[in-house]
């Protein structure tokens, strides 16, 4: 059994309001869950101490970095070796323009999420930091037209744990 088995409802409730706002103080967090402020953080701190809040980051306007066109490429590698794998994953964690990877199944392996200047960044991109790597066997290139969060973080979980 897992530490994450243990979540009750006010476990994912933290959570919940932790993504949609990481900046919650933990006074406004106590009262918006209806606890006491210690419990409150003695609860923030064991979720942290086991990994279900991994951190806290701050999203931003892409375009404040400059970054025009963001895109997700679909990349097939030649074979499925552990080595192979390994090398490509931190190879593309290395490039800045990365800003998340997928290892997904399916047609392609990995699914690389890129934010670029323009078009002929994307394309140098793909043909210098991608196409190069011997473990790359095809590329295929999706434009990414919008990009929404959805700020409500489901519940896959069981709950009905209390």
Same mark, same amino acid.
């Given at each position: 059994?897992?530490? *994450?088995?243990?979540?009750?409802?006010?476990?994912?409730?933290?959570? &919940?309001?932790?993504?949609?706002?990481?900046?919650?103080?933990? &006074? =406004?967090?106590?009262?918006?869950?209806?606890?006491? +402020?210690?419990?409150? %953080?003695? !609860?923030?701190?064991?979720?942290? &101490?086991?990994?279900?809040?991994?951190?806290?980051?701050? =999203?931003?306007?892409?375009?404040?970095?400059?970054?025009?066109?963001?895109?997700?490429? /679909?990349?097939?590698?030649?074979?499925?070796?552990?080595?192979? %794998?390994? @090398?490509?994953?931190?190879?593309?964690?290395?490039?800045?323009?990365?800003?998340?990877?997928?290892?997904? /199944?399916?047609?392609?392996? *990995?699914?690389?999420?890129?934010?670029? !200047?323009? @078009?002929?960044?994307?394309?140098?991109?793909?043909?210098?930091?991608?196409?190069? &790597? +011997? =473990?790359?066997?095809?590329?295929?290139?999706?434009?990414? *037209? =919008?990009?929404?969060?959805? @700020?409500?973080? +489901?519940?896959?979980?069981?709950?009905? /744990?209390?």
């Amino acid at each position: 059994m897992s530490a *994450f088995d243990q979540l009750d409802r006010t476990d994912y409730e933290i959570l &919940r309001l932790l993504r949609n706002n990481a900046r919650l103080s933990n &006074r =406004e967090l106590a009262e918006q869950i209806g606890l006491a +402020p210690s419990t409150t %953080l003695v !609860r923030v701190r064991r979720l942290e &101490r086991e990994g279900a809040i991994r951190g806290y980051v701050a =999203e931003f306007a892409p375009e404040a970095l400059g970054v025009s066109l963001q895109a997700m490429i /679909a990349v097939k590698l030649q074979h499925h070796s552990l080595k192979d %794998l390994s @090398a490509f994953r931190q190879h593309v964690l290395s490039l800045e323009e990365v800003v998340q990877i997928y290892h997904i /199944a399916g047609a392609s392996d *990995f699914l690389i999420h890129v934010w670029v !200047r323009d @078009a002929q960044h994307l394309r140098d991109l793909a043909m210098v930091s991608l196409t190069t &790597r +011997p =473990e790359v066997a095809q590329l295929e290139t999706h434009l990414i *037209f =919008e990009h929404t969060r959805n @700020a409500e973080m +489901p519940l896959y979980v069981n709950v009905d /744990a209390d």
